[in-house]
T-cell receptor, first 113, second 108 residues
Framework: DTEVTQTPKHLVMGMTNKKSLKCEQHMGHRAMYWYKQKAKKPPELMFVYSYEKLSINESVPSRFSPECPNSSLLNLHLHALQPEDSALYLC????????????FGSGTRLTVV | ELKVEQNPLFLSMQEGKNYTIYCNYSTTSDRLYWYRQDPGKSLESLFVLLSNGAVKQEGRLMASLDTKARLSTLHITAAVHDLSATYFCAVHYNDMRFGAGTRLTVKP
């Protein structure tokens, strides 16, 4: 299995909703990442987990809450989002050394209404 | 702070022509990546360049890395329509940082 699986693929949520994005990989990678990508922009790093521990938080608002229940799973909990949070959310994973680059999931297209 | 700069940001070229995309970065790194992204899709890894002087080729695309100049190039040979996409370079420092991307359109 050489894939990173993200669910759901599309999500529409209201500003008062609570939802979660899920990411799963079975490649034995020990680092997992959340990126946010706005239209026509490059991906921007949000969070990095290394060995299931949060190692980088790029000053992301608290309405985004990451969770890494185990080495294969990564969640992003969403609460009280704003319309400007609408974007493509990409999950990625890599081996510890990341010499082969990151493997990206297909992303979740999030729309906040 | 690591900065990754790509140029051009937009590239329109005719089929059969050659062109080069440039990627400059500001901090010493020995790992540089090129990704392709089709509209509405995720990122597809094209090349991983790990050392100074590294050159990799896949089909009509060839990537090179000069760590001393902090420069990578992605050369397109005899472009075809299927190459139309956005191409990102990315540099690994403490994590992966992306350039702004080059939106390539190949016209018949």
């Amino acid at each position: 299995d050489t894939e990173v699986t993200q669910t759901p693929k599309h999500l529409v949520m209201g500003m008062t909703n609570k939802k979660s994005l899920k990411c799963e990989q079975h490649m034995g990678h020990r680092a997992m990442y959340w990126y946010k990508q706005k239209a026509k922009k490059p991906p921007e790093l949000m969070f990095v987990y290394s060995y299931e521990k949060l190692s980088i938080n790029e000053s992301v608002p608290s309405r985004f809450s990451p969770e890494c229940p185990n080495s294969s799973l990564l969640n992003l909990h969403l609460h009280a989002l704003q319309p400007e949070d609408s974007a493509l959310y990409l999950c990625a994973s890599s081996q510890e050394v990341a010499r082969r680059g990151y493997t990206f999931g297909s992303g979740t297209r999030l729309t906040v209404v | 702070e690591l900065k990754v700069e790509q140029n051009p940001l937009f590239l329109s070229m005719q089929e059969g022509k050659n062109y080069t995309i440039y990627c400059n970065y500001s901090t010493t790194s020995d790992r540089l990546y090129w990704y392709r992204q089709d509209p509405g899709k995720s990122l597809e890894s094209l090349f991983v360049l790990l050392s100074n002087g590294a050159v990799k080729q896949e089909g009509r695309l060839m990537a090179s890395l000069d760590t001393k100049a902090r420069l990578s190039t992605l050369h397109i040979t005899a472009a075809v329509h299927d190459l139309s996409a956005t191409y990102f370079c990315a540099v690994h420092y403490n994590d992966m940082r992306f350039g702004a991307g080059t939106r390539l359109t190949v016209k018949p």
